[in-house]
């Protein structure tokens, strides 16, 4: 059986009810995307807190064996290499900066949720074909979407958007948007979104 009859075979056949709508198949498969989205979130959010739970875990045995070889006895101190207390620190400086970056993460999540909500209400919203033919409530739709949006490149994204057809954004290069999208914070610093 060849790889294109294997997947022909899997395909759900689609069936025609009385109630069938386009804007039904529509909604139902932008729950689709919704739920795999949210699926895939959550099986992330797991591994990213084993990460970040190590990852401090490591940063505080890290200070301890620090504690513990700054308060030896002078005689055994002498007996020690003199750059373990600076790989130590070094060490428990560059595991410190790892869990801060583990925020890319919180980041993107908080994204991706409001990606959902916003496949949910629009899933919602063109099931409704009285809603869809009306401007107004296209208007109040976006308006409900944009107050969603709480970082700077997703507003910018949305502004983007809005404002054209987004034909060329889907496409382009990932450049970021703004000067403030591409800052960094320095490490051990917490980057407040």
């Not at 979130?41 to 797991?46: H, L, N, P, T, W």
């Not at 404002?163 to 990932?174: K, M, N, Q, W």
Request: glycine fraction near 6%; include cysteine; proline fraction near 4%.
């Amino acid at each position: 059986m060849s790889a294109s009859t294997a997947d022909t075979a899997l395909m759900p056949t689609l069936k025609l009810s009385e109630d069938w709508t386009p804007e039904g198949q529509l909604g139902l498969m932008l729950g689709l995307c919704e739920a795999q989205m949210d699926s895939a979130i959550q099986e992330s959010d797991q591994s990213i807190d084993t990460l970040v739970r190590a990852f401090t875990e490591l940063v505080e045995t890290a200070r301890a064996v620090g504690s513990l070889t700054s308060n030896l006895p002078a005689e055994v101190k002498a007996q020690l290499d003199p750059s373990t207390q600076n790989q130590l620190a070094a060490f428990s400086n560059q595991m410190a900066a790892a869990v801060v970056a583990f925020q890319f993460y919180d980041k993107l999540s908080q994204r991706l949720g409001h990606v959902r909500y916003s496949l949910s209400t629009l899933a919602q919203f063109a099931c409704s074909r009285s809603q869809m033919q009306q401007p107004e409530q296209w208007t109040r739709l976006h308006s409900t979407l944009r107050r969603l949006y709480r970082t700077q490149e997703e507003r910018e994204v949305f502004q983007v958007m809005m404002e054209g057809d987004g034909s060329g954004f889907v496409h382009a290069s990932p450049a970021p948007l703004s000067a403030g999208t591409n800052e960094r914070a320095a490490p051990g610093e917490i980057e407040l979104f």
